[in-house]
């Protein structure tokens, strides 16, 4: 293949995957809150620079606050931590094409892929941070450095490998860095080089309007993910920079807030929850909160006029737990690790926009754990946390922390579809929680065939986890593992799980990302208040496609005194099928008759099926592995194990099962149950419980 070939093949494969969204509209699960917004302000922006962050006419302050005070905006930090590392590296040379031979399969282009998008956030982070600590100290040398920068990013080929169409998380690095040292280094650059540097952002720029305007039509196509963040990410700060002085920018800075006052977001309701999972609320909102930030610096307006922003740091607060590994949904580069530093950085933003000190207190507890952040692909090839905190500090107001409760408490997001039950939250050592999806948006995008999954985390476990690892959109583990309910802990009936499709799943037949939507699922009843709380989801039209025979399936689960799950798994069928019921774990388990323990390092899980379900029960089975993926890409990683629990052919299919953790060092948690009619009398610990099935 040659390179010409392999560079045409890159840009296909990408161009299929960023319309892979299509027309969407008529089946969105949400109704997108729309917000008012006076254009008018844009008549009088201000034509000096700088204007991204700090503002031509509040420079002279800025200095004066830090001859007064070295760590004003912890610019101090800023300045060891993110700025003067760079004074000695050259700029960068422009990035190489993946190697011809790794094109036909992602798992071998994604490595190159992903080191040249880190190469460019490292070049955006040395161009944005020498501009402006060169500006702000008036250092000519760190001026000279950011120049040097800036004009060798002007040079690479806007049509090459760093263009949106061939890697588009290297091309919103590479313009957005440009943007920066245009705009701070201003007054630094000959009209030649300002020239040189503003045509090669007006190519970049352009390439990304046309994606979003005409290839992928966002105002019509809302869920295009990439596409909303090239809009914050690459498009605000790019016009902001370029602002009076190409005539497009005033038009592509409005069509970017339409969008976001008409239809964003996409992906989440008044609720604040976010249907792609943490990890993607994580990007979505920290380019989103950003681009809010310079837009709030450069015009005094406020975007975040919504309730999703008043409702979301709720989200990761409840849903990516602080304590907890592998126990969330969606994809997640994070996936094994407790949640990151970025996480804790975006939901301190959302505690100075809401005057939230739940969120700093998780703030404190991740920051304070994280401390090697530095080393994680997901954080160096992203972030730059010395930079996060002096925005921050410069724009918000920071405030001491409020733990939130350790009773027991289920939170609820049922207009995305997700929940969390919660005991003991700010005790690692005696934190219960269980994190449950089932949602309206399916498996769309970096969502997955799980509606009705759960996830369970005890005493410093996740017992039952999400298995596999994420090395990447499309390669084996993602598209026959972690999309697949087999890896969920879920039913399979007659071996079918929900529809998890996708264009690099090479699915035969007619696909179209609507039919992930149309596999979505609901929670259809809750209960936040009484003594034993409960959620209640419907996944029926989820597991439809592959399955048709299918017409309903609904699992309800309780939560006694803050230490037991209940679970009602309900189905019927056209005709009969067997059941076929996972727990899925990384540690070791031990199977029985009507039970199985799972035993982690510091708690255990006892589960037991309880009803007359135990007569249809064929076999329990514990099964290692991950399928059909390529084990090349697990190759030196360990290998996770799930239980099977099959249960014989029947129509109907009732199965009520008891999930006990106790500590593994302790006394365990003393559970007996009653079963009579629909009513389940427990004795928890010597505390009854009832519960109406």
Known sequence: MSDKKSFDAIKAIKLENDKSAGNLVDVMPIKVQEADIDLSFLDNLSVEHPRLLVQSKDLAAF????????????????????????????????????????????????????????????????????????????????????????????????????????????????????????????????????DTIKQALIARLEEIMHHLQVTVDLLANPLNSHGVRSISSAVIPTCIALYSEYPKAREYIEYGIEYYAKHYPPWGGQDGAWAEGPDYWNTQMAFLGESFDLLKSYTSINMFNKEFYKNTGDFPLYCMPVHSKRASFCDQSSIGDFPGLKLAYNIKHFAGVNNKPEYIWYYNQLKARDTEAHTKFYNFGWWDFGYDDLRFDYLWNDMPEVAPSNEPLLKVFPITGWAAFHSNMTKRDEHIHMVYKCSPFGSISHSHGDQNAYTLHAFGDTLAAITGYYGGFGVDMHIKWRRRTFSKNLPLFDGKGQYAENTTSNFEGEHQDRYCIEAGGKISDYDTESEVLFVEGDASTSYQFHNPELESYKRKIWFAKGKVFVMRDTATLKAEQDLTWLLHTTFQTQTSDASFQIIGDNALLDVTFINDCTDDLLSIDNVEGFGEVDSAEFQDLEVHRHIEAKFKAKKSHNILTLLVPSKADGAKTQVSHKLVGNTLELIIDGEQVVIEL
């Not at 610019?75 to 190697?99: H, R, W």
Request: charged share 25%; hydrophobic share 40%.
């Open 63 to 194: 200095r004066e606050h830090l001859k007064k005070d070295a760590s004003y905006c912890k610019f101090d930090a800023f300045m060891s931590n993110s700025t003067l590392k760079f004074i000695d590296v050259e700029p960068y040379a422009e990035p190489q094409p993946y190697p011809e031979e790794t094109v036909g399969k992602a798992s071998l282009w994604r490595p190159y892929w992903r080191q040249m998008y880190v190469s460019c956030q490292e070049a955006f982070n040395a161009t944005r941070n020498l501009s402006i600590a060169g500006i702000v100290l008036e250092d000519q040398a760190m001026i000279a450095k950011a120049k040097a920068w800036t004009l060798q990013l002007a040079s690479y080929d806007p049509e090459g490998v760093t263009s949106r169409g061939y890697n588009d998380e290297a091309a919103f690095r590479v313009i957005a860095a440009m943007a920066w040292g245009y705009d701070w280094l201003h007054a630094y650059f000959t009209e030649a080089e300002r």
